[in-house]
């Protein structure tokens, strides 16, 4: 069948929507019209994986985050002759949590596959979608990303895999801004996997920080039982940057610093303890220790799994004895593949 789509797909989409249309408009309007053929299935169905990230990584609010592996959200996508031609339907959520819409278009992974199917031109086809949720809600390692990453590949792949990762995290991002804010720094490096850069949102321009292969990098994560939504994490950050801030961050040649000189002294109060577990992070040896996202999570990181271990044991101690919070922790490599197809039938 033949259909109208806005690019070719083999070409990554350099061009979004403002943000305040992103929400409502396909985010590619400027971009030429060509005309493809619609991907037929290569499968009849297919299983992906994203995993968490820890966004801004302190300094870099909004455009820099890595993706962490052995935690993550697995999507299953199936042909499905029952869901009308064009549309998906989620058939089943299981895992950490199940307190999530099965509605398309308020869930994450729906709206990323919707988003998908949508810049593939996918109107003979419907699909029906089972997500599996490894992450928490509200703990700041990506959750909402995850769901959507998974989803965004599996439709990609489900359909050979004609889409580029700039598309994708564009598809992402539509989930993103709709349920936590519009931010690209959890949706590219669950799609990327390692650190992604994000250069610039308008147009969106991505840059991958190419981590050496031969070295590792673990992080420590330590989840208190506190849930920190997004909206309002972002919601209690100032929308002004001094003029000081941003000169002596131009002066450093980068971007980073400003960001995190207003970020965390804002949200780490939000977060009983903080102060006190980066504190016995860095006593304890870490390189260094800052909010994961917009918390609860702290994240510490070090080069060895065991010297982790017992800088996990001394920040739940400090959580427990300066914010009288419980937490649990983990010691988890860098993940250096992003989403990816696990299985396909
Ligand atoms: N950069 C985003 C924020 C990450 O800090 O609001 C959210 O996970």
């Known amino acids: ?43 009849t169905s297919v299983k992906t994986f994203a995993p968490a990230t820890v966004a801004n ?60 199917m949508k810049m593939l031109g996918i109107k003979s086809v419907g699909v029906s979608l089972a997500l599996h949720k490894g992450l928490p809600l509200g703990s700041g390692l990506g959750s909402s990303a995850a769901s959507a990453a998974a989803a965004a590949v599996a439709v990609n792949e489900l359909f050979g895999g004609k889409l580029g990762n700039d598309e994708l995290v564009l598809a992402g991002l539509k989930s993103e801004a709709k349920v936590s804010g519009f931010h690209a720094d959890n949706i590219a490096p669950a799609i990327m996997g390692g650190f992604v850069l994000i250069r610039s949102y308008e147009p969106l321009d991505l840059k991958p920080l190419r981590f050496p292969l031969e070295k590792d990098l673990f992080f420590v994560l330590v989840s208190p039982d506190f849930e920190a939504p997004t909206k309002k994490m972002r919601a209690a950050l ?57 918390g609860p999570t702290a994240v510490a990181v070090i080069d ?15 959580f427990l004895k300066v914010g009288n919070l419980k937490s649990i922790a983990s010691v988890k490599k860098l993940d250096k593949i992003g989403a990816r197809l696990i299985k396909s039938m």
């Open 1 to 43: 069948m033949v259909t109208i789509c806005f690019q070719s797909p083999s070409k990554p989409i350099h061009n979004i929507q403002p943000k305040s249309k992103l929400s409502s408009q396909p985010p590619y309007k400027s971009q030429s019209l060509v005309i493809v053929t619609e991907p037929e299935p290569v499968f």
């Open 57 to 116: 990584l302190g300094p870099g609010f909004d455009f820099l985050g890595c993706a962490v592996d052995g935690l993550g959200d697995h999507v299953t996508l199936h042909v499905d002759p029952t869901v009308r031609n064009g549309e998906i339907s989620i058939s089943e959520i299981t895992g950490t949590t199940t307190k999530l819409s099965f509605d398309p278009h308020r869930n994450c992974a729906g709206i990323a596959a919707m988003a998908t």
């Open 238 to 294: 100032a929308k002004e940057i001094p003029m000081a801030h941003h000169v002596w961050n131009s002066s450093q040649a980068a971007v980073l610093v400003a960001a995190v000189l207003e970020v965390e002294p804002k949200r780490a109060p939000l977060i009983p303890g903080m102060e006190a577990v980066k504190r016995a992070a860095l006593e304890a040896g870490a390189f260094g220790c800052t909010i994961s996202g917009v």
């Open 304 to 318: 060895t799994a065991e010297k982790g271990f017992e800088i996990g044991e001394k920040m739940v101690e400090a």
